[in-house]
């Protein structure tokens, strides 16, 4: 490296923390973001919490139905994955380069994953909201459309990367697509896909609480309606569940992956 | 290896799925989701559901809202301003997380700091993740009162976390031989990772945090519609749950899915030349 490239890239840098403060300027102008108010407000809100957010005698009592909706919600984040990743998978075929059958299938399992992926959830939930009314299957729509977008993605790009060489030897034997894809394509892949619907799983089950703030189900709602009644002890105990019902699947995932993978 | 003995099915026939640990664990996963999903059927709550009218009622509605894209409520100008605020909540969470989690990493990683500040970190950074992200804004909401800095102190736990975890994976991978040739030069810890670590991972960063930027678009909309922090997904939550104004839900719809395409296309490009190798 001689003086000159040294200089160049000093320049870079300068520009680059240049624009990085412009834009961080900006944004604060326009989301009316104080900064100093922003971090001053960090050691408030933590006393508050410990204060406050604290579980008491009283709300203990409200355990059982709270753990009735947690589980509700987590059934519903498992059931969303899980069919999402049944249809992922015909998608994710239909769109991987080594086993699609044709161009246009695998243009439109891109663009089916691509928009379901890029619309977010929030805004699939109020639009199902609509018309499906306030029960567990809008939640259940909304994070199923999601995931099948993500997984779709992932999916994807898992056998594109994986089976190659596998493919190649079976089609030389003769094999047919069905056989190809039960016998080559899904075995290779099926460990790395298992990790990716955990994931899914996890991401689920803290997303089912948004979406159940906005469409009034599970977790979310009950968390919602200790919120706006100013319970804070049950928002804390609330708060509480999902923590450890997060931990324990996010643990038992690790285990599944470690052994798996 | 375990002794290998030739297993026989009951008929005599070679047993070839041996069953190793690895295919009883992936049965087995795949047997309880399977058993899990059917068990959820069983018991959601199907109130008021009536599927037959509520899937025309949806394919309509879809048709409405992707086919006749309208402003009723605000017009361009406001629109082009929420979607900037969104943007500006994404970008503030994202650049404050990323220069919080690159002091963080430097003690959650390995091979640049003790093994107990380590641990401490990664399981403050668990116990963080595990709180989703719409409960840290409305609590901070109660404390800071509703506005711009909740959702970005809310945004910002989340950020960090995800950050934490990506720039400490990199600053492990660094090659041993940078840390052995600059402490020969007598270089303390701090300048071992200016002028060492930063210099070969900075690019490898700098993609993780578009990549989080990208997220946290997704986020500000999210925290916008469901914690009132303003921003395009507020308007999404009024013209949905207030006018039911399927035409403007449609046209903000629209708005979302451009930046989110932008965006996309950006980390797809920074992901081929940066990350040839990994899916993530």
């Given at each position: 490296?001689?003086?000159?490239?040294?200089?160049?890239?000093?320049?870079?840098?300068?520009?680059?923390?240049?624009?990085?403060?412009?834009?961080?300027?900006?944004?604060?102008?326009?989301?009316?973001?104080?900064?100093?108010?922003?971090?001053?407000?960090?050691?408030?809100?933590?006393?508050?919490?410990?204060?406050?957010?604290?579980?008491?005698?009283?709300?203990?009592?409200?355990?059982?139905?709270?753990?009735?909706?947690?589980?509700?919600?987590?059934?519903?984040?498992?059931?969303?994955?899980?069919?999402?990743?049944?249809?992922?998978?015909?998608?994710?075929?239909?769109?991987?380069?080594?086993?699609?059958?044709?161009?246009?299938?695998?243009?439109?399992?891109?663009?089916?994953?691509?928009?379901?992926?890029?619309?977010?959830?929030?805004?699939?939930?109020?639009?199902?909201?609509?018309?499906?009314?306030?029960?567990?299957?809008?939640?259940?729509?909304?994070?199923?459309?999601?995931?099948?977008?993500?997984?779709?993605?992932?999916?994807?790009?898992?056998?594109?990367?994986?089976?190659?060489?596998?493919?190649?030897?079976?089609?030389?034997?003769?094999?047919?697509?069905?056989?190809?894809?039960?016998?080559?394509?899904?075995?290779?892949?099926?460990?790395?896909?298992?990790?990716?619907?955990?994931?899914?799983?996890?991401?689920?089950?803290?997303?089912?609480?948004?979406?159940?703030?906005?469409?009034?189900?599970?977790?979310?709602?009950?968390?919602?309606?200790?919120?706006?009644?100013?319970?804070?002890?049950?928002?804390?105990?609330?708060?509480?569940?999902?923590?450890?019902?997060?931990?324990?699947?996010?643990?038992?995932?690790?285990?599944?992956?470690?052994?798996?993978? | 290896?375990?002794?290998?003995?030739?297993?026989?099915?009951?008929?005599?026939?070679?047993?070839?799925?041996?069953?190793?640990?690895?295919?009883?664990?992936?049965?087995?996963?795949?047997?309880?989701?399977?058993?899990?999903?059917?068990?959820?059927?069983?018991?959601?709550?199907?109130?008021?559901?009536?599927?037959?009218?509520?899937?025309?009622?949806?394919?309509?509605?879809?048709?409405?809202?992707?086919?006749?894209?309208?402003?009723?409520?605000?017009?361009?100008?406001?629109?082009?301003?929420q979607v900037?605020v969104t943007?500006?909540l994404?970008?503030?969470?994202?650049?404050?997380?990323?220069?919080?989690?690159?002091?963080?990493?430097?003690?959650?990683?390995?091979?640049?700091?003790?093994?107990?500040?380590?641990?401490?970190?990664?399981?403050?950074?668990?116990?963080?993740?595990?709180?989703?992200?719409?409960?840290?804004?409305?609590?901070?909401?109660?404390?800071?009162?509703?506005?711009?800095?909740?959702?970005?102190?809310?945004?910002?736990?989340?950020?960090?976390?995800?950050?934490?975890?990506?720039?400490?994976?990199?600053?492990?991978?660094?090659?041993?031989?940078?840390?052995?040739?600059?402490?020969?030069?007598?270089?303390?810890?701090?300048?071992?990772?200016?002028?060492?670590?930063?210099?070969?991972?900075?690019?490898?960063?700098?993609?993780?945090?578009?990549?989080?930027?990208?997220?946290?678009?997704?986020?500000a909309v999210?925290?916008g519609?469901?914690?009132?922090a303003g921003g395009i997904g507020f308007d999404?939550?009024?013209?949905?749950?207030?006018?039911?104004?399927?035409?403007?839900?449609?046209?903000?719809?629209?708005?979302?899915?451009?930046?989110?395409?932008?965006?996309?296309?950006?980390?797809?490009?920074?992901?081929?030349?940066?990350?040839?190798?990994?899916?993530?």
């Amino acid at each position: 490296m001689n003086e000159k490239t040294m200089r160049k890239s000093r320049w870079q840098t300068v520009i680059f923390l240049l624009i990085i403060i412009v834009l961080t300027y900006l944004s604060s102008a326009i989301t009316q973001f104080n900064f100093i108010d922003g971090m001053a407000t960090i050691p408030e809100a933590v006393g508050w919490i410990f204060s406050n957010l604290m579980i008491t005698q009283e709300s203990l009592g409200k355990l059982p139905k709270i753990l009735e909706k947690l589980n509700e919600t987590i059934l519903m984040s498992i059931a969303a994955t899980t069919l999402a990743a049944v249809v992922s998978l015909f998608l994710g075929l239909f769109g991987s380069k080594t086993t699609k059958i044709n161009n246009f299938l695998s243009v439109f399992a891109r663009f089916i994953a691509s928009v379901s992926r890029n619309i977010p959830v929030v805004a699939w939930s109020l639009i199902l909201l609509l018309s499906f009314g306030q029960n567990s299957v809008t939640g259940f729509l909304a994070l199923f459309v999601g995931t099948v977008g993500f997984l779709t993605r992932a999916f994807i790009e898992s056998i594109d990367e994986a089976s190659q060489s596998a493919v190649e030897a079976l089609k030389a034997t003769g094999a047919t697509y069905f056989q190809i894809v039960s016998k080559a394509v899904i075995p290779q892949c099926l460990p790395q896909m298992i990790s990716w619907i955990l994931f899914m799983i996890e991401t689920n089950i803290r997303n089912a609480t948004l979406v159940g703030i906005l469409t009034a189900t599970g977790i979310g709602y009950t968390f919602d309606v200790y919120y706006k009644t100013l319970n804070y002890n049950a928002v804390a105990l609330v708060t509480f569940c999902i923590v450890i019902a997060v931990l324990i699947v996010d643990f038992i995932s690790n285990y599944i992956r470690r052994v798996i993978l | 290896m375990e002794a290998t003995y030739i297993r026989r099915k009951n008929d005599g026939r070679i047993n070839i799925r041996s069953g190793n640990k690895v295919d009883q664990v992936v049965r087995w996963t795949l047997i309880l989701l399977t058993i899990l999903t059917i068990v959820a059927f069983i018991f959601f709550n199907y109130a008021g559901l009536d599927l037959g009218s509520a899937i025309t009622e949806t394919a309509n509605n879809l048709k409405v809202m992707f086919l006749e894209p309208a402003l009723s409520h605000f017009n361009w100008g406001e629109a082009t301003y929420q979607v900037g605020v969104t943007l500006g909540l994404a970008f503030l969470a994202t650049i404050i997380g990323a220069i919080i989690a690159f002091f963080l990493s430097l003690m959650a990683a390995t091979n640049l700091s003790n093994v107990w500040v380590s641990r401490i970190v990664r399981v403050f950074v668990a116990i963080i993740r595990a709180v989703p992200t719409v409960l840290w804004v409305l609590i901070f909401a109660i404390a800071a009162g509703l506005g711009s800095e909740a959702a970005i102190l809310g945004m910002l736990f989340h950020s960090i976390a995800y950050l934490v975890k990506a720039f400490s994976e990199a600053f492990e991978e660094v090659d041993k031989g940078i840390f052995e040739a600059l402490q020969a030069t007598g270089a303390n810890w701090w300048h071992i990772v200016k002028s060492g670590v930063l210099p070969s991972t900075f690019t490898y960063l700098l993609s993780w945090v578009f990549l989080r930027f990208e997220i946290n678009f997704g986020v500000a909309v999210a925290m916008g519609a469901a914690a009132g922090a303003g921003g395009i997904g507020f308007d999404l939550f009024m013209a949905s749950s207030f006018y039911f104004d399927l035409r403007e839900v449609g046209f903000i719809t629209y708005a979302i899915l451009i930046i989110a395409f932008i965006l996309e296309g950006f980390s797809t490009r920074l992901k081929s030349r940066y990350f040839p190798a990994t899916s993530d």
